[in-house]
């Protein structure tokens, strides 16, 4: 494996919080070195990066690729190609697929597929009960062997309180990862909005902000009955914050994520009644969405994530109460996560500190640094270049991105997985 040198490059570090031109040297797939000197000698290649910035690749906690099932939305190998385009070097997936992926069978399934077909690194999650029902848990230990990563249910919030607290208790004495999505289930069934004057006037159907306040509420109390390890997938109003930051306070083991559409986006956006903007749970007010970026900003909400979910055009052609849930984001997830950079709102090192090195963190992986011994896990991005999305151009097989027709700023140049380029913009 050749020795790389990156020279000239902003190198963006999420761990010491600093944004510095330096060089990086490459190593047998891992970080020998860097400084912010001159660059040494050397025989290996040569990357001059002309100013750009080089990042820990991002870590997207929560993608939804769809083998089994639904290969016609999401392909493993399509998967891999869009999260190489977008400078995601580590997709974690999801269990929502059809049927779920709550077998050691099916987990290595997977595996194999995600080996055979993607340059990039995958690990999959798996649910948490069986067929996501809520009724009875999976065999969390023997998941766990083969390979699983965290568990999950996804959006199926489990209802009842006694099956979730044996899970919980069940992943405790395995070490394992929970992340359950925060959700009181009865008051947001069927709600493709949020309550408020704005869904009342679209005739939507709504759910209150409270509802997220309720489920993570509940959750919270069961954590400190069972001392599990536990990640809310979804933190997306100012009202659930105060909990989630007690919890924090109470020693907890406890951490939250938001998506980069309730970052970048609010309930106006469906105005006109656009389905490519309807997801889960809907988009919140304006008010909401700058006390989750100040949440992000001040690490009370520890990870932004694409939660890409692919749906195809029979799901989304249809009225925005039937249309289904959901939006690619693999591609998309930096540039848009630039715009809270351009709007001086987040610095680089605190979006890679949620995209890359908490994530990685929160996993028990050793990426998303720049540290020397580090996998050489990497994307190098022009944060500037300006472009108009054409959702057409993007890799997924699906192509449901909110984005299209909207000016961006920000490309990736190259991603690299060990050192070794997956990834080179034409």
């Not at 870590?59 to 190998?77: A, L, M, Q, T």
């Not at 939250?256 to 309730?262: D, F, L, Q, R, V």
């Not at 190098?380 to 300006?386: E, G, H, I, Y």
């Amino acid at each position: 494996m050749t020795a790389v040198l990156f020279t000239n490059a902003r190198l963006i570090d999420p761990e010491t919080g600093t944004d510095s031109l330096g060089w990086l040297q490459v190593e047998n797939g891992r970080i020998a070195a860097r400084g912010e000197d001159e660059a040494p000698a050397t025989d290996a290649q040569i990357i001059d990066c002309s100013g750009h910035c080089l990042a820990p690749g991002i870590v997207d906690i929560g993608v939804k690729v769809c083998e089994p099932g639904e290969r016609h939305k999401e392909s493993y190998k399509s998967a891999g190609l869009a999260a190489a385009a977008g400078g995601v070097t580590t997709i974690v997936t999801r269990p929502d697929t059809s049927p779920a992926i709550d077998t050691p069978e099916s987990l290595e399934f997977v595996t194999r597929r995600a080996q055979a077909d993607t340059s990039v690194n995958v690990l999959p999650m798996a649910a948490l009960t069986k067929e996501r029902d809520g009724r009875e848990m999976t065999e969390i230990g023997f998941l766990q062997d083969a390979g699983a990563v965290a568990f999950t249910d996804c959006d199926h919030v489990v209802t009842n309180t006694k099956v979730f607290t044996r899970a919980l208790t069940y992943a405790r004495s395995c070490d394992a990862l929970v992340i359950a999505h925060p959700q009181e289930s009865i008051l947001s069934a069927g709600a493709a909005a949020t309550s408020g004057k704005f869904a009342t006037l679209r005739g939507l159907p709504s759910v209150s902000p409270m509802a997220e306040r309720m489920g993570l509420d509940r959750d919270i109390a069961l954590l400190e009955m069972t001392g599990a390890k536990y990640h809310a997938d979804q933190i997306t109003t100012a009202r659930a914050l105060p909990a989630l930051e007690r919890a924090k306070r109470n020693g907890l083991d406890i951490t939250a994520g938001t998506s980069i559409h309730h970052l970048t986006l609010n309930e106006l956006d469906v105005a006109d009644y656009r389905t490519f903007f309807k997801v889960k749970p809907p988009l919140r007010s304006e008010d909401d969405r700058q006390a989750v970026i100040d949440a992000v900003r001040s690490g009370l909400i520890d990870i932004i994530s694409s939660m890409h979910t692919p749906q195809d055009e029979e799901s989304k052609r249809l009225p925005f109460e039937e249309a289904a849930s959901g939006a690619v984001a693999l591609e998309t997830l930096l540039p848009a996560a630039l715009r809270l950079y351009h709007a001086d709102q987040l610095d680089l090192p605190t979006l890679f500190r949620a995209m890359a090195l908490n994530p990685a963190k929160r996993l028990g992986l050793d990426s998303g640094r720049l540290s020397e011994g580090a996998p050489a896990d990497l994307v190098l991005f022009d944060p500037d270049v300006p472009f108009v999305l054409d959702r057409f151009s993007l890799k997924s097989k699906s192509q449901n991105t909110p984005f299209d027709g909207q000016r961006m700023q920000g490309k990736v140049t190259a991603t690299y997985v060990a050192g070794q380029e997956v990834y080179r913009r034409p």
